[in-house]
Every structure is written in structure tokens, then in C-alpha cells.
């Protein structure tokens, strides 16, 4: 055989070798975009799940600040809006009789106009199936959320109602006439909040589902583990009166089953009545 043959065939065989080890370069490289490809397939699919399957029971929520007090959106029909910076948007509600001579009322189609007068401090008595506790209501940092619990307690919103959850050392959540934590009065009204580290035991606070979607559910810390919360709901009134008596005995009724999250109470809490009284502020 001559030379040029036997050099031929060398570097046909040499070039049949580099096209299988491309070829098997290609293979591997195509295997592991496949499997980054399946990765992030994945990745995606999870995050998609965590975002479009949170949480739509709003009413079950736990200690946790990724699940807390809160108001099912589905109850609100129309909106008053926060103005960035600005004063609380008031709605365009009628104000009721503040005699408390009109009927019950418990749906509404709009958030209530002004009807407090911001000159004067306002304080609510709470009857409960456990005994009664007052509260100084607080219209400076929250005037919004004053006017609109005011103004339901006139309509008589809460009374006869059952506050459908509570937790130990938490909180007890009321003012959902349906007792299913998915009730409200027709309309929402926006955020007032606190700064950090303001809730106190004996702190009255809204539920919310959200930004700007307080209705009328609200709950009463009861113990540290409120006292820890985020400041992501507004803050509108401190217990006065009955916080080691009526506060106390709410709070042991309490269903401390962590996989109920306070659905129900142990036993039934009902508000039988609350009575608003109103008095010139002294400065």
C-alpha cells in the first residue's frame, strides 16, 4: 500500500472520529438545555401556583404575617380611594340618626359621607355574651375609620351579630353580620395605618383582604402575639375599660387548635349591642 493511501485513510479516520465527538458535544449540550429548560419550566409553574392559589377564604388566617386578620374582598361593591398624601376621601353615604332611632341597617351601596365632628373625642361601649368593654376611638389618626364605625354603629350593623373567630393570645375578629368572615357592608374605605410597634393589647384594628379594602370587620388584640403584627391594618381605637374582665374572657374562648386558625370560637361570642357617646375634646 503506498504512503498518499495509508495517509488518506489516517485522516479519513481522524476526521470520522472529530464528527462523532461533535456530534457527541451536541448530544450533551442538547441534554442539558433540555433539563434547564424543564427546570425552569418548573420554577415558573410553582410561582404561578403560589400566586394564583393564595388564600381566597380571607377569614382563614393565622398568627402569621402572611396570614392575619382579614376581610373578605368579595362583600364590597364601591370604593373610597386614598389620595396619595392627601386627607381620608369620604364617600357619599347618608349619615344615620346619631340618636340611634333609625332601624337596623346591614348592606349598603356607598361608604358614608363625613358625620362625626372631628372636634370630639367619640367612645364605644361593647356588649358581649362575655360582659362589656369600652373604647376611646381614635378620630386624630384615623378620622376615616372613626367616621365609618360610627356611623354603622347608629345603623345598629353590629348588634346581634357573632364574632366568628378568635385565637388565643391573638386577637377575636367580629363585625361580619353573616358570622362566615366573608361579610360587609357593600362598600370599602382606604387604609389608615400605624407605624410599627403601635398595637397594644386592647387594640382595636380592621380586618382587610388586602390595600384600602376595610369594610366593617374589625378584631381586638388580646394578647402578644397581635401586639407583633405588622402595622398593615388600621389602628382606630384602645380599650379602656374591661380588658382584664370581658377582653380576657374573649380571648379564652378562643379556638387554640392551630389547624382550625380560630374557626370557630369554642363557644358562641356575640355582640348584643354597641352604644356610641361623643364629647368636646378639651384641646
Known amino acids: 500500500?503506498?504512503?498518499?493511501?495509508?495517509?488518506?485513510?489516517?485522516?479519513?479516520?481522524?476526521?470520522?472520529?472529530?464528527?462523532?465527538?461533535?456530534?457527541?458535544?451536541?448530544?450533551?449540550?442538547?441534554?442539558?438545555?433540555?433539563?434547564?429548560?424543564?427546570?425552569?419550566?418548573?420554577?415558573?409553574?410553582?410561582?404561578?401556583?403560589?400566586?394564583?392559589?393564595?388564600?381566597?377564604?380571607?377569614?382563614?388566617?393565622?398568627?402569621?404575617?402572611?396570614?392575619?386578620?382579614?376581610?373578605?374582598?368579595?362583600?364590597?361593591?364601591?370604593?373610597?380611594?386614598?389620595?396619595?398624601?392627601?386627607?381620608?376621601?369620604?364617600?357619599?353615604?347618608?349619615?344615620?340618626?346619631?340618636?340611634g332611632s333609625?332601624?337596623?341597617?346591614?348592606?349598603?351601596?356607598?361608604?358614608?359621607?363625613?358625620?362625626?365632628?372631628?372636634?370630639?373625642?367619640?367612645?364605644?361601649?361593647?356588649?358581649?355574651?362575655?360582659?362589656?368593654?369600652?373604647?376611646?376611638?381614635?378620630?386624630?389618626?384615623?378620622?376615616?375609620?372613626?367616621?365609618?364605625?360610627?356611623?354603622?354603629?347608629?345603623?345598629?350593623?353590629?348588634?346581634?351579630t357573632v364574632c366568628h373567630r378568635a385565637i388565643p393570645t391573638f386577637m377575636v375578629q367580629c363585625g361580619d353580620p353573616t358570622a362566615t368572615g366573608t361579610g360587609g357592608p357593600g362598600y370599602s374605605i382606604a387604609d389608615e395605618l400605624p407605624a410599627a410597634g403601635e398595637y397594644k393589647i386592647g387594640s382595636l384594628a380592621m380586618a382587610n383582604s388586602g390595600p384600602n379594602t376595610n369594610g366593617s370587620q374589625f378584631f381586638v388584640v388580646t394578647g402578644e402575639q397581635g401586639v407583633t403584627l405588622a402595622p398593615n391594618y388600621t389602628l382606630f381605637g384602645q380599650v379602656t375599660k374591661g380588658l382584664d374582665t370581658t377582653v380576657s374572657a374573649l380571648d379564652k374562648a378562643g379556638n387554640d387548635d392551630p389547624a382550625a386558625n380560630g374557626l370557630p370560637p369554642k363557644e358562641e361570642l356575640r355582640i348584643t349591642k354597641i352604644t356610641i357617646s361623643e364629647n368636646k375634646n378639651l384641646f
Open 1 to 99: 500500500m503506498g504512503t498518499d493511501k495509508r495517509n488518506r485513510q489516517r485522516e479519513n479516520r481522524l476526521a470520522r472520529r472529530n464528527e462523532v465527538a461533535q456530534k457527541t458535544k451536541r448530544q450533551i449540550l442538547r441534554r442539558r438545555i433540555t433539563r434547564i429548560v424543564l427546570l425552569l419550566g418548573a420554577v415558573v409553574g410553582v410561582v404561578l401556583f403560589f400566586n394564583l392559589s393564595g388564600n381566597k377564604d380571607e377569614s382563614k388566617t393565622s398568627t402569621s404575617d402572611s396570614s392575619v386578620p382579614a376581610e373578605s374582598a368579595s362583600s364590597t361593591e364601591s370604593t373610597v380611594a386614598p389620595v396619595a398624601g392627601g386627607p381620608f376621601v369620604y364617600g357619599e353615604g347618608e349619615c344615620a340618626p346619631a340618636d
Open 102 to 160: 333609625g332601624s337596623q341597617v346591614q348592606k349598603f351601596t356607598v361608604a358614608p359621607k363625613l358625620c362625626i365632628d372631628l372636634a370630639k373625642t367619640y367612645t364605644a361601649v361593647v356588649s358581649t355574651s362575655k360582659g362589656d368593654f369600652t373604647v376611646v376611638l381614635d378620630a386624630v389618626k384615623a378620622p376615616g375609620t372613626v367616621n365609618n364605625f360610627v356611623n354603622l354603629v347608629r345603623s345598629k350593623y353590629f348588634d346581634g
